[in-house]
């Protein structure tokens, strides 16, 4: 199977900077993380297409990762796009509003904290969106914390850290004014 898998920064790939006592987007940690799992029958190419924080993108952004979707859709049984948390609905939407008909499964995923850190849920995120990037039918979708989401219609949920459907955000709303 030939996986196309894109970076674009996010806090995924944020890295501490002693010297300025910063996290910043500088190099992708997804070669490393793809080291540590045995991936036996992938062919993958990694793409890196950009290295920022998702708050700092703009449509010129999201115009280049989906020529990069648009180029890669020919030569990949599935694509997958490293993203930031904060406006990955966003670049997912657009997405769909571009490719209607996708004949592969196209996934965005990422994680809540960085690799680099004790507690990231980047290595779960990317292991299961490389899964999912094999069962998962023609589409759009955000893989994160054992769901997979279909797009149009995926928000992230601020208050517990995932992300859901727009349905779920009202049920789950609509439960608590009850309450």
Do not use: C, W
């Not at 996986?3 to 910063?22: F, N, V, W």
């Not at 196209?106 to 094999?134: C, H, V, W």
């Amino acid at each position: 199977m030939k996986i196309t898998i894109l970076t674009t920064g996010g806090t995924i790939d944020k890295t501490y900077d002693e010297h300025a006592g910063s996290l910043r987007n500088e190099r992708t940690v997804l070669d490393t993380i793809l080291k540590s799992l045995r991936l036996p029958d992938l062919f993958i190419r990694h793409v890196a297409v950009m290295s920022k924080d998702s708050l700092e993108m703009v449509d010129a952004d999201r115009e280049l990762i989906l020529r990069e979707v648009r180029a890669a859709l020919p030569v990949s049984d599935a694509i997958i796009i490293v993203h930031g948390t904060d406006t990955l609905s966003k670049t997912g939407e657009f997405i769909y509003q571009n490719i209607q008909d996708s004949t592969i499964p196209i996934i965005l995923t990422g994680a809540m904290r960085p690799y680099e850190f004790r507690d990231s849920d980047a290595l779960q995120n990317i292991t299961e969106a490389l899964f999912a990037a094999k069962v998962a039918s023609p589409g759009i979708y955000a893989v994160m914390h054992n769901r997979l989401l279909s797009f149009p219609g995926v928000v992230k949920d601020r208050t517990s850290l995932t992300f859901r459907t727009h349905e779920e955000i009202e049920k789950i709303s609509t439960n608590e004014t009850k309450v």
